[in-house]
C-alpha cells in the first residue's frame, strides 16, 4: 500500500487537515499531512513562492528519510517542485504539472480556473515550462478573495460555473483545472452545474488527482528522472540550520 | 474496485494472456481482457491501424455496456481512441497518450524505444496529436523482428539497453517510453542495466502503467471531454452487422 | 492527360454525381468517380471516419490496380489518407491537407468554415498533424444541417458569407477553406459576397481545387514520400475479404 | 488555357532560356519568359536579394499589364515576393514557398538541398515564415560553385545524391527540395540515384513544379489574400523611374 | 564615446531632426543622422519596404566608411536589415526587433500599436522572424492618418491610451511597443495615461530606446554574428552605382 | 548617471570584486556590489537555485531603499528573478534573460557554454520561459570543476573556444552565451580564438552587458511590467525576519 504524503507549503495552520485526506484514502492509498513552518502565510504571487520553497523542500527531504513513498505538493503553484526532485529520489508531485498533463489527456483543450487575475502569468508559464503552451486555453478568476471562498460556499460554485462556462464558449476549453488548491472539494458541484447546462467535461480537482495518481506511480515503481533532477553538490548553506550536509550516501 | 478491461486490437489469438495481467491486478484494480475478431494480425503500419479500428471500437462499447470502468487499448498507435471516445462515456485510454504525458512529466525530454525504424514519423505525428512534440528527443528502433523478440530475451533486454543509452548520450533523453506493447516487462530489465552504467531514469512500460492510471481515473471520477469527443449522430453502417444503430439514450 | 479518380467514402448513393466533375475536368485532366459500399452513410464524427477507412483504402487500392494516376479522397476528414499512401505508389491526396497548404500559402491566415461546432478540435487536430497549426485563425460553423444545405441555397450561402466576414474581423482570417465537401460549388457566390463587401480573399473550394493540384503533380512526377508512408508488411486480415494478401511485387 | 510567366531576378543574360521551358509547358500551361536589367548578376546573400527585388517587382507589374495569368519568380530566395503581391492581383508564387509546402504535403519532413553553406539561416527563416518550420529537417549544401555545376554534370548529380541520403539518414528528411534554381532539371538523376540505394522519396525541382501549380491555381481562379498582400498606396518613388504613380483603378 | 547613426529610409525631408535627437544623445552617445534619396517618400507597405531596402543599405556602407560606431535604421518595418548586417561590420539594429526583444523581457507579452491595421500581418511576420511570436499578444492600429497624428497631438495621445487598454484588456498584452517611428515621443504621455488608469507597464519608444541600446553593444564590444550575415561576394550590380564592387579586404 | 548595483546571490565571499567591475563602469554607469549571507555556497542546481532566492530579493528590495536605480542578479540561474520584480519597481534584471535575447537580436542562434553538463536541461527551461526555444542551438559544458576554471586561464579559455567550435559546426549556433557568471572576463579570448578560426561571431560575457542594458534601460525610463510583475500582497512571512511587512505606500 502507497503511502504519499501531502505538503502543505505555508505557515497557516489549520489550511488542510487530516479529515479532507480521509475520502480520498482508500483502496491501496494511504496518506499523511504535514506543512510548513517558515515561510508566507499563503501563496499568491512568485514573491511568496520564493519564500516557501526552502521549507518545503526540507520537509520533503524529511518525508524521504521517513519511508514515505511519494510526495504531493499542496500549491498550484507547485513551489519546490525542480529542486525538492532533485533532493530525493521518490516521486515528488505538483499538482499543477499533474492537472495540466491529466487535462491535456482527457480534452482537446483546457483551462484554469483559478481566484485572482494576476496569476494568469503564472499559469501560462507553467504550462510553457512543462511543454504544454498548445493545450492551454485560458486562465480565468473568479472575482472572490480566497478568505472569503467559503463564506457561501454555494455563491462560489455557483460561480465557478458560469466562469467555466465562459471558458468553454469564448476560449474553446474543453477541460477545467481548478487553480486553487483551496478550491478543493468543489469540483463535483462544478461538473453537476454544467452537466446540467448540458455540458459534459471533466472538472479537475488537483489535489485528490494528484495523490490518486502518485499512488499508480508508485505501483508502477515509477519516479522522476535523475538525469532532470540530478542529486545537488554537497555544500554549506548558511542559515539554513536544517539543510542537509550530504546527499550522496556512503559510510 | 475499478474494473479496467484491456482491449487488444489484434486478431492474432495467444498475443495478451490473463497470467500477464494478474501481476498488474491488486490493490484496488480489477482487470479483464478482451481482443478483435476482424482486422490485422497485427499492427505495423497506417494501413493495420485503419483496418483495426473499426472492431476495437465495437469490443470498447461492448465494454462499457458491460460495466466495465475504463478501457485500455493494447497498442502504441492508440487505434481507436478518438471514435471509442466518442462512442462511450466511461474513461478510454490510449498507451501512447498516456505514456508520453507521463514520461513529460517525470523527465525534461523523452525517447520513444521501438520495434522498426518505419515507426518515427508516427510516433513523431500522435506526439504532434498529443500536443507533446516539444518533449519528443527521439524515435529510436532495435534491429529485432517483433516475432523474434523473445527468442533471447536476454539478447533483446541487451539490445534496448544500449539503444536506450544512445537516445540518452546522442539524443538527450531523460526518460524511455517503449514502443510496442510486445515489450511489456522488459522495464524493470532495462532499467537496471541503465541504472548500471549509472544512469537513474524511468522507464516506462505502457500497458501497466496506463492500467494504474486508467484505475486512478475511475477512482477520481474523471473520464474524456465529450466536447472533443461529442457523441456520434445515430446513423446507418452498412457491412458492420455490430455497430450500434443508436447512441443516444432513451426510453 | 492525367487521370485523377475521385473517391466517395461514405455509403449514401448519389451525393456525388459525375456531371459535377465534368466542370472540373477539361486541359490536361481526365476525371471519374467512385465511392465505398461497407460504412458510414455520412462523415460527421471521428467514429464514423474510422468505420469509413478500410473500404476507403480498399477503392485506393483498385484505383492503383485500373491504371489510375492519382486519387483524391472526397471527405474533409482526409479519412484514409496515411493508410492508403502505404499501399499505393500513386499520389493520394485529401482535400483537408491540400487546401489548409494552399490557403497558407495564398494568405498570412486561413479560417476553416464547417456546418458543424462540433468539428472544431477535428480541424485543429488536422492542422497540428499537417504542421499548420500556426496559420489556422479559426473554425467556424454555419448553423444549418447538411441535409439542408441545399434547401435553400441563396441563404446557405449568404449565411457563409457572413461567418466568413465573423472569421475575418473577429479571428482575423486571411482566407477561407470550406470545411464540407458538400459546398462544393459555393465558392464563387461567397467570393462575390465578401467582394461586394470589399474584402479580397481566397475562397478554397477545395474538391475541385484538390483534383487541379493532384493533375499537377502527376505532370510533375510527384508522390508521397514511402519514407513516410512504407509499404505495409504482408499479413493476414480476418474479415476484411477484400485486402490484398500481398503488397510487395514479384513473380 | 493559363498564361504563366518566369521572371528571372538576376541582370546574367542567358542563365534561363526558353528551351528549357518548352518540356514543362503542354496541356493547359503557356509559358513565357523574362528578366531584369538592374540588380545584381546571381543572388547569394540576402544584400544580393533586396538589390533584386525593385525590378523584379516592376517585371511583376509589367507582367499584369501584359494579361499573363500568373507569375514565377525564378529564384529561391523568393524575391519581391511579398511586394509583388501587394502590386498586383494575379497570382505571384515563389518557387521557396511553393516547394516548402508540397514537400510537407507528400512528407513527414523534408530537407532542402543548395549550394552554399551560408544559406542555411536563410532557409530557415523562410521556412518560420511560411510557417514550415516543424517540417524542414535540414539544410544542407553540395560543395561546388554554382558556376561549376554544369563543368560536370554527373559528378554534381551523384554529389546531390550523397548530400540527400545523409539528409535522410542523419537528419530524418522524407523529402527532398532543390536549393537553388540553378540545379533545375536535376530532379529526374537524383531520384534515380536515390531508388537505386532503396529509397523513393520526392524530389522537388522547384520552378517546373510552381510553374504548373500556378496554372492549377489559374484555372482555379484561386489568388493570393488581399489583406495579406493590401494595394500600396499612391506615392511618390524618386529614383526608380519605372514605378507606377498610381495603383488604384479609377476613369 | 560611441558614434551611432540613425539611417531613415524615406525620401521626404524633413521627417526627423537633429533637435529631435539632442535630448537622446548625452552621456556616452554620440548620434547623427542621415537619409536616403531613392525610394519611396514613406513607407506602409512591402512594396515601399522593396524600393526603401538598396538605397538604405548603401547608407549603411557609407556610415561604416565614415567611422561611425554602429547604425540604427528609423522605420519599424527595419528595411534593409539582413542585407546591410552582411554588407559592414559595424552593429546595425532594427527598431522593431530591438522592440519586440525588450518588450519581451520586460513582460510576459506586448501588443504592437501602429497606426494603419493593414500592417498587422507585416507585424506578425517580423515576431516569427525574431522569433518571439509566443509574445505577441497582439497588433492594433489607431485610426489616424500618419501625416494628421501630429495635427492634434492630444488626441493622438488619448486615442493611443484607449487602444493601448484595449490590448490589456481584450488581447493580455503586458507591454506595449509602437509600431510607427511617426510616435516618436509619445510614449511618456501614452504611460502616464495608462498609470491614471492604474495600469503600471512599459511603454517603449523604438527609435530613442534602440538608440541606447546600440551605444551599450558598442561599449560591450558587440555586433551581429558574420555565421548568420556572411559578407556577399564581390559582384556587379548593373543600375546602383553607388554600390561597392568588392566587400573583401585587401590590398 | 544610472546607478546599477550587481546582487551575488551565494554567500562565498569573495567571490566577485569592485575591480572587476570597474573596467565596466564608466561613461554614464554607476556600479555597486553587493551579496547574500543567507542561503548556497554557489549555485549549481535548481536545490540551490531556491535555497538563494529569499536573501537575494530581500538585497533587491535594499537596493530600491538605497535609492539604486536598477539591479543585475550575478548568476545565470537568474534566482529571485520573477520573485524580486513583484517586489520593486527598479528594473530587475538577468543575466541568462538579457543575453538569450541579446545573442537572439544578433544571431540566426545561439548556443550556452557553461561549467557542467547537468546544467542543459535548466538553460533549455529558461529559454522555454523567456519565450527562445526556437533560438537555442544547443547547451554544452567544458569539463572543468568551477574551482579549477582559473588555475588554468589558458588551458580554460581553449577548452572554450573547442567547445564553442564544436557547437557552430555540429549545433549550427550563430552566436555564444557564457553559462556561468564564473567565466566573466574570457569573452575577449574566446572571440579571438574564434576569429583565429575564421569565426567571427558574437560572445557574449553576460555580467558587463547586462549591466550596460540595465544603464540604457535607466536612461530609456523604462522598468518591468507590474501585470506580469503585480505588487505582492501584505502578508506575515514567518521565519524570514528581513521581510518587509508592507509593499504598499501610503501614509
Given at each position: ?110 483551462s484554469v480556473l ?23 486555453a485560458s486562465v480565468r478568476a473568479v472575482d ?15 460561480k465557478l460555473v458560469s466562469v467555466a462556462e465562459a471558458a468553454i464558449h469564448e476560449d474553446g476549453a474543453?477541460?477545467i ?13 462544478v461538473?453537476?452545474g454544467l452537466?446540467?447546462r448540458?455540458i ?52
Amino acid at each position: 500500500m502507497a503511502h504519499v504524503r501531502l505538503i502543505t507549503p505555508i505557515t497557516t495552520s489549520g489550511f488542510r487537515s487530516e479529515e479532507e485526506l480521509s475520502s480520498i484514502a482508500g483502496s491501496g492509498l494511504r496518506l499523511s499531512l504535514t506543512q510548513i513552518e517558515q515561510g508566507p502565510a499563503s501563496i499568491e504571487s512568485a514573491y511568496e513562492t520564493a519564500f516557501s520553497e526552502p521549507a518545503t523542500i526540507l520537509r520533503i527531504i524529511e518525508a524521504e528519510r521517513d519511508g514515505v513513498d511519494a510526495v504531493v505538493i499542496d500549491c498550484m503553484a507547485d513551489p519546490g517542485l525542480a529542486g525538492a526532485r532533485e533532493a530525493v529520489s521518490i516521486p515528488v508531485l505538483g499538482p499543477s504539472q499533474t492537472s495540466m498533463h491529466l487535462a491535456s489527456m482527457l480534452g482537446h483543450s483546457f483551462s484554469v480556473l483559478t481566484v485572482l487575475p494576476r496569476l494568469r502569468a503564472q499559469f501560462e508559464t507553467l504550462a510553457a515550462v512543462y511543454g504544454l503552451k498548445g493545450k492551454l486555453a485560458s486562465v480565468r478568476a473568479v472575482d472572490i478573495p480566497v478568505l472569503e471562498l467559503e463564506d457561501d460556499i454555494g455563491a462560489t460554485q455557483a460561480k465557478l460555473v458560469s466562469v467555466a462556462e465562459a471558458a468553454i464558449h469564448e476560449d474553446g476549453a474543453h477541460a477545467i483545472v481548478f487553480g486553487c488548491t483551496g478550491l478543493m472539494g468543489c469540483a463535483a458541484a462544478v461538473r453537476t452545474g454544467l452537466l446540467e447546462r448540458g455540458i459534459d467535461i471533466p472538472v479537475i480537482d488537483p489535489i485528490p488527482t494528484t495523490l490518486r495518481l502518485a499512488g499508480a506511480l508508485v505501483d508502477s515503481g515509477l519516479a522522476h528522472s535523475k538525469l532532470t533532477s540530478p542529486t545537488p553538490p554537497d555544500k554549506a548553506m548558511p542559515g539554513y540550520a536544517g539543510a542537509p550536509s550530504r546527499f550522496s550516501s556512503g559510510p
